[in-house]
């Protein structure tokens, strides 16, 4: 419950200030992808200036999203290695468990007599 309260706090917030943002941003701004003559058509596009920043954040979380999977790699090839062992040690366990119960079946059954 608190987390949806804190994420609400934040996120409410946030969805604000990007819909004044969008707002405030609605003029036609040209991007020339060509250096050498900006004048050029065939390489500049002319969109609100609101959707280039909007762009912009997204190929940046995608960015950071994916710096972030590569850089846990170790920990979850780690995570995958733990796994793997564990279910070969629980394996080998029932099976010395299963010998093992194979073992008391085969054993004569001891005496009843008392020590005294």
């Known amino acids: 419950m608190i987390k949806r309260i804190i994420g609400l706090a934040i996120l409410v917030p946030l969805g604000i200030i990007l819909i004044m943002l969008s707002v405030a941003n609605r003029q036609a701004v040209t991007l020339a992808l060509n250096p050498f003559d900006p004048a050029d058509t065939v390489l500049s596009v002319s969109l609100p200036f609101f959707v280039f920043l909007f762009l912009a954040l997204i190929i940046g979380m995608i960015i950071g999203s994916l710096a972030t999977w590569f850089k846990q ?38 005496d009843k007599r008392s020590a005294a």
Do not use: C, F, M, Y
């Not at 070969?88 to 010998?99: F, I």
């Open 73 to 110: 790699g170790k920990h979850r090839k780690r995570a995958r290695v733990n796994a793997n062992e564990a279910v070969k040690w629980h394996t080998e366990a029932d099976r010395e468990k299963a010998k093992a119960q194979q073992i008391a079946a085969s054993l004569p059954a001891p």
